[in-house]
């Protein structure tokens, strides 16, 4: 994908949003699209192949935490939360919303570019960046599927949406089942060294990935916690 990238800017403060369009295109970005309230988002999501979404969480119409789910109805994009907000309360909110990544306002625009290329280096070799004509890789636990090749979860027959994190976490368990990773090793695999993310967010995309696959979520069967350890993605699991 690349700098091939489809990239829409949500801000209702005209300044940001010019300063981050300018440093995009400079960065050699040239699909950048703009809305500044949150209807004018989801119209442009409808519309256009977006791929990356930076999102302030404070827009005239409402609340990007609010507005985020119903992005994630519309898209699989990458959601880039901008945020005067700091608590890890209001952190995780975003991630549990339907966010990726954050970066609190102020902030250097910069950083935005790193994380989107951070972004796109982590997503530009797999198979939901292009489409490629080796053979499907799939994983397969009765109830569920992950098809790496389409770069789908297919849960009882039926494709179910996934966000990019969300489904690249499930994919890295998917092709390791049956181990037991701590919360510190799957955010160096998934996340990379160059993520400013902590281990609650393991713990939000972990509840995600568990709403999709699980029967009852709240008592988990594919996706376990081993107490003291970690997580594992059981293979063979007693119903």
Sequence with gaps: ???????????????????????????????????????????????????????????????????????????????????????????????????????????????????IKAHLRRTESHPRAEQRTKPTKRYDFGRFAVDEHAGELIVNGKVVPCPTQVYLLLLYLCKHPNRVFSKAALLDAVWGFDHYVDENTVSVHIRRIRERIEETPSKPTYLTTVRGLGYKLVKEHVR
Excluded: Q
């Design 1 to 115: 994908m690349g700098n091939e990238a489809h990239i829409l800017i949500v801000d209702d403060e005209k300044a940001i949003v010019k300063m981050l369009g300018l440093m995009l295109r400079k960065e050699g970005f040239e699909h950048i699209y703009t809305a500044f309230t949150g209807k004018e988002a989801l119209a442009c999501v409808s519309e256009h192949p977006i791929d990356i979404i930076i999102l302030d969480v404070m827009l005239p119409d409402g609340s990007g935490f609010d507005l985020s789910p119903k992005m994630r109805e519309l898209t699989s994009a990458y959601i880039l939360f901008l945020t005067a907000r700091v608590s890890d309360l209001d952190v995780l909110t975003g991630f549990a919303t339907g966010g990726d990544d954050y970066v609190t306002k102020p902030f250097n625009p910069l950083e935005v570019a790193a994380r």
